[in-house]
């Protein structure tokens, strides 16, 4: 058969089956669409009726977002969701995403189809409907949607059955609570001793600091040697008893990482965080062979499936997924026992708003393999702290005796009026620092 007969032949075979199929529009012809979309008057997500017979009879009604600025010039506004429902019980959730506030909260809305009418109690089944049916796999701004859908249908969950959330995980494994770190940043050796003190004191036992300036690929030796005096200095002043993290930040190549961890071997670190970018997994595994200081990372990874490479690999030790970024509760819940299986530990990332961090003691509480916890605040409460306590009616993400308490409410544990974050309006979304190296090209943060 000739070219031009056949592509004739193909041409009226795809137009007579359009014909037969009225649903489909002129934009589905490529074959990308399999189904016809339901109509405006569906009273539910798609594939709802397939669990009709199970359904628990709680619906959600409605979906709200908020963004939230302490200070108008903020780059990290929370990103809360609050999903309503015909029984009156509230979940709440968060999605915050440093630069990209706007961005998180357009997201969220679009996914007010997977939820409004849909039983929160299957959050599983609304997981998997936003993150397949998105197509295109989520990055940062898809997942911190999910993300904060994700918690606040686990908060609804737990509400719904009057138990907190780390039980319907399997937890607690420790009673006590969640074992912690603060930060301490750019503390000379005077003030490191006075950590010491007021650590010992109120019985913390792990804190985190950070190397100073940015790093080419290649640095010069004055500037590595003035990292590795920072980290001996931290340790000189804040004694043996604690256990220290060091957050490189990604700003060092696997040849700078690789000097300064292996200079500070002897120091006995709890761990090196992001020795370099964590999506260069061989590069970061060239650091790990390097040194027997633990590497931990995980911070900006999505999804289960985004720590899957350096699980199998077994290039780190520890890994750092976040729960405003990663996919929620259900996420964090599944890279936990995906990392456990491998011998690798998790010690959560938590540097946004209050609620995530909750959240995430929730899923830490029910971890066998969880370190620690982080929260990017400081040894003495400052004035976020007060907002928070202002908001939640308790010291939100403060230790106590170096631990974070676990709550016996349903859910996540708190209740939050719309009322109280008014204080705070939306200032937009602000952009995430921007740092150059001497010569003005782009440098690692």
């Not at 996914?111 to 959050?123: E, Y």
Request: one cysteine or more; hydrophobic letters at 40%; aromatic letters at 8%.
């Amino acid at each position: 058969m000739r070219r031009r007969s056949f592509l004739a032949l193909g041409s009226a075979g795809v137009l007579s089956g359009a014909s037969r199929n009225h649903s489909r529009s002129g934009a589905d012809l490529c074959g990308c669409a399999f189904l016809p979309q339901a109509g405006p008057s569906q009273t539910g997500p798609v594939g709802l009726e397939a669990f009709a017979d199970i359904n628990s009879g709680l619906k959600i009604t409605g979906l709200k977002v908020f963004g939230v600025s302490l200070t108008p010039k903020s780059d990290r506004p929370y990103v809360f969701v609050k999903l309503e429902t015909n029984q009156d019980l509230i979940g709440w959730g968060e999605g915050t995403l440093e630069g990209k506030a706007g961005a998180v909260m357009a997201c969220i809305n679009d996914f007010r189809d997977f939820l409004i009418g849909a039983d929160p109690m299957q959050v599983e089944h609304i997981w998997q409907s936003m993150y397949v049916h998105s197509f295109y796999r989520a990055g940062p701004v898809i997942g911190s949607a999910l993300s904060g859908i994700d918690q606040a249908l686990w908060d609804l969950r737990g509400k719904a059955l009057g138990m907190p959330v780390y039980k319907l995980l399997g937890g607690p494994f420790d009673t006590r609570g969640v074992r912690g770190y603060y930060h301490i940043d750019g503390a000379g050796r005077e003030r490191l001793q006075q950590i010491r003190e007021t650590a010992r004191e109120q019985g913390i036992t792990c804190v985190k600091g950070g190397i100073p300036g940015y790093y080419e690929w290649l640095e010069r030796r004055p500037k590595i040697d003035r990292a590795i005096k920072a980290i001996q200095l931290m340790r000189e002043g804040l004694g043996p008893d604690i256990d220290i993290g060091v957050d490189f930040h990604a700003k060092t190549s696997p040849s700078v990482a690789s000097i300064i961890v292996k200079e500070v071997e002897p120091l006995n670190l709890l761990f090196v965080e992001e020795p370099c970018p964590p999506e260069n997994v061989q590069a970061m595994a060239k650091i790990a062979r390097r040194s027997t200081t633990p590497i931990a990372t995980g911070e900006r990874l999505i999804a289960s499936y985004g720590c899957r490479e350096l699980i199998e690999m077994g290039v780190v030790d520890i890994l750092q997924t976040d729960i405003n970024h990663v996919g929620g509760i259900t996420a964090l819940w599944k890279v936990a026992a995906t990392a456990n299986v491998s011998a690798i530990s998790m010690a959560p990332h938590a540097c946004e708003g209050p609620i995530g961090g909750l959240a995430t003691i929730h899923v830490d509480a029910a971890m066998p393999n969880f370190l620690v916890q982080e929260i990017c605040g400081q040894v003495k409460p400052n004035a976020t702290d007060k907002i928070w306590e202002e908001w939640l009616g308790f010291p939100a993400m403060r230790m106590v005796d170096g631990r974070f308490p676990l709550s016996e409410k349903p859910g996540l544990g708190f209740e939050l009026s719309e009322a109280s974050l008014a204080k705070y309006p939306f200032g937009g979304t602000r952009p995430m620092a921007r740092v150059f190296h001497e010569d003005g090209s782009v440098a690692e943060w």
